[in-house]
C-alpha cells in the first residue's frame, strides 16, 4: 500500500511539474546591434560635432599658450647673449645672467601651465563623451525594451560585441529575429531637421584626440624640470 502511494504522489508531482512548463511563455528572442544603434542615432551625431568643436577651441588655447612660452624663450635667448657679449660690462652681464635665470623659471611655468591645460581639457572631454554614452545607451536600451514587449519577446541579446574569448556574442541570427534597423528607425523618428550636412564623424565613445601642441619649449642648451605629474589625475 505505501508503495502504490508513494507512486501515485511521484505521478502527481510529475503531472504538476509538467503543467507549470506548459505554462511558461514560449521563448522569442531577438538580437540588436546597440554599438550600431548608438552609431547611427541623431544625438550621436550633434554630440560628435559639439566634442569637435571644444576640441578645436583646446587646441587654439593650445597654442596660444604655447606662443606666448615662445615669446619668453625668445626674450631668454637675448638674455642670455648679452651674460656671454665680451663688450658689456661685468655688471650688466650680471643682470642679464639673473633676469635669463628669471625667464627660465617663467618659461618653466609656462610649460607647467600648458601641460596642465591640456591635461584637464583632455580629461573633461572624456568625461563629456562618457556622460554622453552613458546616457545614451540608458535611452536606447529602453527603447529595445519597448520594442521588444510589443513584439512579443522574451529574450533580447546584444550582438555589437565579443565575448571574453574575442569571438561574436551571437555566431549566427536569423536576420527576420533582428531589429537594430527597426530601434535606428524609431530613435532618430524624432530627428531634427539639419540645418546642414554634418561632416562624417567618429564614433561618440572613443577618447578624444590629444592636442598636437608640444608640452615644452625649445631652449638653446637648456632642459627645464619636467612638470609636476596632475595631483587630481
Do not use: C, W
Amino acid at each position: 500500500m505505501n508503495k502504490m502511494i508513494r507512486t501515485l504522489l511521484t505521478v502527481a508531482a510529475l503531472a504538476l511539474g509538467s503543467t507549470s512548463l506548459l505554462a511558461q511563455p514560449a521563448v522569442k528572442l531577438v538580437v540588436v546591434d546597440m554599438a550600431r544603434v548608438f552609431d547611427n542615432h541623431y544625438k550621436s551625431e550633434e554630440a560628435n560635432a559639439k566634442f569637435r568643436d571644444a576640441e578645436q577651441k583646446a587646441q587654439e588655447q593650445a597654442e596660444e599658450i604655447r606662443k606666448q612660452g615662445q615669446t619668453i624663450v625668445d626674450e631668454y635667448k637675448e638674455l642670455d647673449e648679452q651674460a656671454k657679449n665680451s663688450l658689456l660690462t661685468p655688471e650688466a652681464r650680471s643682470k642679464a645672467q639673473a633676469d635669463a635665470q628669471k625667464k627660465l623659471e617663467e618659461i618653466q611655468r609656462k610649460q607647467n601651465e600648458l601641460q596642465s591645460f591640456m591635461q584637464n581639457t583632455q580629461r573633461s572631454l572624456q568625461q563629456r563623451i562618457k556622460t554622453h554614452r552613458d546616457l545614451l545607451l540608458e535611452e536606447i536600451s529602453k527603447t529595445v525594451a519597448d520594442m521588444a514587449k510589443k513584439a512579443g519577446a522574451t529574450l533580447v541579446v546584444d550582438k555589437s560585441g565579443p565575448t571574453l574569448f574575442g569571438i561574436p556574442a551571437v555566431i549566427y541570427a536569423d536576420p527576420a529575429y533582428d531589429m537594430t534597423d527597426d530601434v535606428i528607425k524609431e530613435v532618430n523618428k524624432d530627428r531634427p531637421a539639419p540645418a546642414a550636412v554634418p561632416a562624417p564623424a567618429p564614433a561618440a565613445g572613443t577618447a578624444p584626440a590629444k592636442t598636437d601642441a608640444p608640452v615644452q619649449f625649445n631652449v638653446p642648451n637648456v632642459t627645464p624640470k619636467p612638470a609636476a605629474p596632475d595631483a587630481k589625475k
